[in-house]
T-cell receptor, first 111, second 115 residues
C-alpha cells in the first residue's frame, strides 16, 4: 500500500464548477498535511496546509479527518487557471520533516 | 528575494557516465532536501541535509547516488555510472527554522535524460 494515495484523475470540469479531491495516508502518526500544486513541467508549490479544524483560503477549502486518515481539497468556482496537478503531501512522522507525496490528481478546467 | 536555484536545467547523458546536479538553496535556509520525480509519478524523497550533515539519506536508491553540502549552502547530487532508470526530474527544496519547518520551497528542477 502506498503511503499517500490519491485518485489520479484527470478531472475535467467546466469553469465555475466545484470539484473535490480526496487523499488517504497510511501512517497514523503523521502530524502535518499539505496540498501542493504542480503546473506542467514546473516545480511543486505549496497551496495550503491542512488542519484538523479545516481551513479555507478563498475558493479553496481543505479538511483533515485523522480518524479516517483522510484529507480533502475542495475548489469552488473553478477557473481556467486552476488547471494543474494537485499533490497531497504528508510530513513523515518522526522523520526529519521528510515530505511524502501522493502521485497527484490532475485537474483540467475548460471554458 | 531569490528562490531555490538548480543547475543545469536539463542534462542529457549517455548510460555509464557520471553526472553532477547542483542546488543553491534560499539564503539562510539550513534544511535542504533532494527529491526526484519520474514521469507521471509523485515525488520521491532522496536525502535531507541539516547544515552540512545528512541525517537522513534513506531515499538514495543505490550506492551510485551520493550528495554533499558545503558551507551550509550549495549541495551537489552525484550519480555515478548512470542508468536509463535514473532518468527523471531531480528537485531540490529548502526550508528555514525561522518559518514553519514544514514549508519547503522547491527549485525548478534538473531534467535528467540518460540515453
Amino acid at each position: 500500500r502506498k503511503e499517500v494515495e490519491q485518485d489520479p484523475g484527470p478531472f475535467n470540469v467546466p469553469e465555475g464548477a466545484t470539484v473535490a479531491f480526496n487523499c488517504t495516508y497510511s501512517n497514523s502518526a503523521s502530524q502535518s498535511f499539505f496540498w501542493y500544486r504542480q503546473d506542467c513541467r514546473k516545480e511543486p508549490k505549496l497551496l495550503m496546509s491542512v488542519y484538523s479544524s479545516g481551513n479555507e483560503d478563498g475558493r479553496f477549502t481543505a479538511q483533515l479527518n485523522r480518524a479516517s486518515q483522510y484529507i480533502s481539497l475542495l475548489i469552488r468556482d473553478s477557473k481556467l487557471s486552476d488547471s494543474a496537478t494537485y499533490l497531497c503531501v504528508v510530513n513523515e512522522a518522526g522523520g526529519y520533516n521528510k515530505l511524502i507525496f501522493g502521485a497527484g490528481t490532475r485537474l483540467a478546467v475548460h471554458p | 528575494g531569490a528562490g531555490v536555484s538548480q543547475s543545469p536545467s536539463n542534462k542529457v547523458t549517455e548510460k555509464g557516465k557520471d553526472v553532477e546536479l547542483r542546488c543553491d538553496p534560499i539564503s539562510g535556509h539550513t534544511a535542504l532536501y533532494w527529491y526526484r520525480q519520474s514521469l507521471g509519478q509523485g515525488l520521491e524523497f532522496l536525502i535531507y541535509f541539516q547544515g552540512n550533515s545528512a541525517p537522513d539519506k534513506s531515499g538514495l536508491p543505490s550506492d551510485r547516488f551520493s550528495a554533499e553540502r558545503t558551507g551550509g549552502s550549495v549541495s551537489t547530487l552525484t550519480i555515478q555510472r548512470t542508468q536509463q532508470e535514473d532518468s527523471a526530474v531531480y528537485l531540490c527544496a529548502s526550508s528555514s527554522p525561522q518559518e514553519s519547518t514544514d514549508t519547503q520551497y522547491f527549485g525548478p528542477g534538473t531534467r535528467l535524460t540518460v540515453l
